[in-house]
Nanobody, 119 residues
Framework: QVQLVESGGGLVQAGGSLRLSCAAS????????MGWYRQAPGKQRELVAA???????NYADSVKGRFTISRDNAKNTVYLQMNSLKPEDTAVYYC?????????????WGQGTQVTVSS
């Protein structure tokens, strides 16, 4: 059984920073894609940033230059460093990963962590 556990959310003032972490555990053979999504109240879930096992990244236009995604393959962990936070960044942030196990490869989601940015 595979689990993704997120941490690092919280309340911060506009202009502040937070660092999210997501650790994958279980009978993992390999992890290719890892990403962060967010969902604000009344809005659809959207991609924030993603990173491949080789280190290629992509970002939503709204966070480019402010957020940085990184990963530690040895620890099966992905991070999201969020700087210059804005009230519109307020959302529940979810970790997503495509993970290979003995039974095959599929996507997994974390439980979500709340990020609230006050003005």
């Amino acid at each position: 059984q595979v689990q993704l556990v997120e941490s690092g959310g919280g309340l911060v003032q506009a202009g502040g920073s937070l660092r999210l972490s997501c650790a994958a555990s279980g009978s993992i053979l390999s992890i290719n894609y890892m990403g962060w999504y967010r969902q604000a109240p009344g809005k659809q879930r959207e991609l924030v940033a993603a990173i491949t096992s080789g280190g290629s990244t992509n970002y939503a236009d709204s966070v480019k230059g402010r957020f940085t995604i990184s990963r530690d393959n040895a620890k099966n962990t992905v991070y999201l460093q969020m700087n210059s936070l804005k009230p519109e960044d307020t959302a529940v942030y979810y970790c997503n990963a495509w993970i290979a196990v003995v039974a095959g490869t599929r996507g997994y989601w974390g439980q979500g962590t709340q990020v609230t940015v006050s003005s």
